[in-house]
């Protein structure tokens, strides 16, 4: 059984900052990412890390604030996020892939960030 467990999600002000981790279990990854979706959005890309090599790439919208990374022992993959902003403000998902292709089979539950002014 694949599972992806969120974890870290929660309130802060706006400027604050907020460690998100997925753990993934039964399953060795080849690319994990971060999506998020706002109500009455359409789900964002926001970050991916590969496995070999632990190259990384993010959504312009947070290039310089959040970092993507892993401990690849632990099978679990972060999101730092700092400088948080209210259109930060969603529910993050983790996803993983044995292939790196854009396509994700394995999503995690989501956890809310919510970002107030």
């Known amino acids: 059984l694949v599972q992806l467990v969120e974890s870290g999600g929660g309130s802060v002000q706006a400027g604050g900052s907020l460690r998100l981790s997925c753990a993934a279990s039964?399953?060795?990854?080849?690319?994990m990412a971060w999506f998020r979706q706002a109500p009455g959005k359409e789900r964002e890309g926001v970050a991916v890390?590969?496995?070999?090599?632990?190259?990384?790439s993010y959504a312009d919208s947070v290039k310089g604030r959040f970092t993507i990374s892993q401990d690849i022992a632990k099978y679990t993959v972060y999101l730092q996020m700092d400088s948080l902003k209210p259109e930060d403000t969603a529910r993050y998902y983790c996803?993983?892939?044995?292939?790196?292709?854009?396509?994700?089979?394995?999503w995690g539950q989501g956890t809310q960030v919510t970002v107030s002014s």
């Open positions: 996803a993983a892939d044995l292939r790196c292709g854009g396509q994700y089979a394995y």
């Open positions: 890390i590969y496995r070999g090599g632990g190259s990384t």
């Open positions: 039964g399953y060795s990854y080849s690319c």
